[in-house]
């Protein structure tokens, strides 16, 4: 391929053919820091390459800026932006390679299209709330949010371009240096006190793009970057034109205090209203629009969900809301004394099953998701200081333990008869009766860094690299002793494997020490090498699976099944690299899914991808699997199953979000399943149980 040439600001004569080891292909366009090139991978993988001018490469504050502007592209989901594939920061032109999404600008829909249509301006504004809420959880503020970046994809608006200030769009400065975003789409503290910007400013930017949408010009317009600065942060935006039931939400957005702006989740209970009047055709999937249309779930109020069908070809109206009155959906509310209120809900139609689904609040307060384990006939929870148990069957809560701590990070577990709450007691640990919640024993132990429990031990390290083994049923200490080629142990266990697995990766990556431990007794059942730089998934008959990743960017690259009766060792490659992938392993399939919503099946006896699903989580739990279905938690409180044969959406319940929606934890809590029944929990507090074998009905 000949190197294409480049008219745009600031570029070179001559573009490259590659970029890395993608190839360039044809020019996307070009801004005043680079140029954006549809690229192939390898594998044929149709990609959107940035490659900056190389007078900017040149300059090590751009560079800062541009890894900058990576890391925080690559901590948000792709559900609302372009995933980010790779990138070379310090390359000599430096770029970033991110899945290619058909579809217009904003901008440039304006321009040949005209202002949009009342009901898309509803859509839009949804979509890009949607987004900004997934954009300010993991801590990022966009600070350029404008119609250029704004991408109308088929599922809905994706916000791209994340960190990179313009300079070469205008000649205006502050005291702080180079003008950090776009004068039309700026608010008044970017022009005031640049250093304090933080997340409103982005909802400030999303009320001028509405603007935008509606009229084809911005609510401040000058010529001039100075004029506009003045107008921003002294005079009254002008939103003639703009629909009348959306300009209230747009003056809010566009008020010149960050305070007075609503936040992400407040716009879109906003829009729940203003939907009611429009027509929902699918701009935003269904599955998105759970999100933003759906009522505030509390358990003393009817439940509401969208209505779902077996087969469909479209994406469903998001208005469509049946009320579940008839008893498929039973409500329990758990308040402050512990005791269940339950809601009332007639007998169940005819023919249906006799598992009728339930959701339960064991707590009135509290913050954070429940993390829940099955077992023993019961259904065993921790949240907030609280240890609790529940009927399976209806939700009932049968007894609490209060605990010393707030920190949950594992659902409790089950060993040696008692219940284990895995939680950070100070310098105590202790077990509890699985019948009735009360103390069984406890013991002191010095600091220590983590627990783990498998085959009736609790395993607890310190900080000395020394391993105690504990016997559960007793409290007692079986044996103390250190992990040879692993200075800080930390341990990977699975159901009904007797043996803990520890992991070291070489500095360099091109290694990884695995440790096969028994717990019951502490000896080493072997030790291997094994190539690249792995983390283990899952172990079934006798083999132990493994993700292959880069660890410094956080992406799966590959499958690895060790077997070590044979030392036989097969890699299988991920047809893309994943990034943050959570995996697990059923009947020999893998099942991965990455944080932009990727979720895929691998046969690793085949080697090929038996399936691919751009689901609409953004970030997601470990996948479950039943033979059937694979369940997965969303971070709002969602539960999808997804055909484990087919790979399409079986079905989701609705998002349950909470007051602490904004709160992102390290690991979402994946979902049980037994009995043919799937029992998962959301950040509003809620534990529900739903039918494995009818995710339709959901």
Not at 572 to 597: C, K
């Amino acid at each position: 391929m000949a190197p294409q040439g480049n008219t745009g600001a600031g570029a070179e004569a001559e573009l490259p053919e590659y970029a890395g080891h993608y190839r360039l292909e044809s020019c996307l366009g070009s801004g005043g820091m680079g140029v954006v090139h549809v690229a192939r991978s390898a594998s044929g993988m149709k990609l959107a390459v940035k490659v900056v001018h190389t007078e900017f490469a040149k300059d090590p504050e751009f560079r800062g800026r541009f890894r900058q502007e990576v890391a925080a592209a690559r901590k948000v989901s792709g559900a609302f932006t372009a995933s980010v594939v790779d990138a070379d920061p310090d390359a000599e032109r430096p770029w970033m390679a991110t899945l290619f999404i058909p579809g217009p600008t904003l901008s440039d829909e304006v321009k040949r299209n005209g202002p949009m249509a009342p009901a898309e301006l509803r859509r839009l504004m949804a979509g890009l709330a949607e987004a900004l809420r997934d954009i300010h959880r993991v801590g990022v503020v966009h600070r350029d949010l404008k119609p250029s970046n704004v991408l109308l994809a088929e599922d809905g608006p994706k916000v791209i371009d994340f960190g990179i200030s313009r300079p070469k769009d205008s000649e205006l400065r502050t005291e702080t240096g180079k003008l950090i975003g776009t004068p039309p789409f700026m608010a008044p503290e970017q022009f005031r006190r640049p250093r304090e910007v933080g997340p409103a400013a982005d909802i400030f930017a999303l009320g001028s793009v509405m603007v935008h949408a509606a009229t084809g010009r911005g609510p401040f317009d000058s010529d001039s970057p100075y004029v506009v600065a003045y107008q921003v942060v002294h005079d009254e935006p002008d939103l003639t034109g703009v629909p009348q039931n959306l300009a209230p939400l747009i003056v809010r957005c566009l008020a010149k205090e960050p305070e007075d702006r609503p936040t992400p989740d407040e716009l879109m209970r906003e829009l729940r209203s203003v939907a009611a009047s429009y027509d929902t055709q699918a701009f935003i999937p269904a599955q998105r629009t759970g999100d933003v249309l759906m009522p505030e779930q509390e358990a003393e109020e009817p439940v509401r969900r969208p209505e779902r069908r077996l087969r469909r070809n479209v994406l469903l109206a998001a208005g469509a809301l049946v009320l579940v009155a008839s008893g498929v959906f039973a409500s329990v509310e758990l308040l402050g004394d512990g005791q269940p209120t339950p809601t009332e809900s007639s007998t169940p139609p005819a023919g249906a099953s006799a598992f009728r689904a339930w959701e339960a609040k064991p707590m009135a307060g509290g913050k954070g998701t429940p993390r829940c384990s099955y077992g023993a006939g019961k259904l065993f929870c921790v949240r907030a200081g609280l240890v609790f148990a529940l009927d399976p069957t209806d939700g009932r809560l049968l007894w609490r333990h209060s605990a010393d701590t707030n920190r949950w990070s594992v659902p409790p577990a089950l060993s040696g008869g008692l219940l284990l709450p895995m939680a950070d007691y100070g310098n105590r640990l202790q077990a509890l009766d699985l019948a009735t919640g009360r103390t069984r024993w406890q013991r002191n132990v010095p600091t220590y860094d983590g627990m783990w429990s498998a085959d009736g031990m609790l395993l607890v390290t310190h900080a000395d690299g020394k391993v105690t083994g504990v016997d559960s049923a007793s409290g007692d200490t079986r044996w103390s002793k250190e992990i040879p080629g692993h200075a800080t142990p930390s341990f990977s266990t699975f159901p009904g494997d007797p043996l803990l697995y520890v992991t070291s990766t070489s500095v360099d990556e091109s290694s990884t020490r695995v440790t096969a431990v028994d717990a019951a007794t502490g000896d080493v059942r072997w030790d291997e090498h094994l190539d690249g730089a792995l983390t283990p998934i899952g172990s079934e008959d006798g083999s132990v699976f493994f993700l292959s990743v880069d660890q410094v960017y956080d992406y799966a690259k590959a499958v690895v099944r060790y077997t070590p009766a044979s030392g036989a060792t097969r890699k299988v490659a991920l047809p893309v690299p994943r990034q943050g992938a959570e995996a697990a392993v059923h009947a020999g399939v893998v099942y991965v899914l990455a944080t932009a919503g990727a979720l895929e099946a691998i046969d690793v006896d085949t080697g090929r991808q038996l399936w691919h699903l751009e689901t609409s989580v953004s970030r997601g739990s470990v996948p479950v699997s039943n033979g059937s279905h694979v369940f997965v938690t969303a971070s709002d409180g969602r539960l999808l199953a997804v055909d484990a044969r087919k790979g399409t959406l079986a079905g989701q319940t609705p998002a349950r979000l909470g007051a602490d929606a904004g709160d992102v934890i390290a690991t979402l809590p994946r979902p049980a399943v037994a009995d043919h029944h799937v029992y998962a929990t959301a950040p509003d507090g809620t534990i529900f149980a739903v039918d494995a074998r009818k995710p339709s009905d959901w």
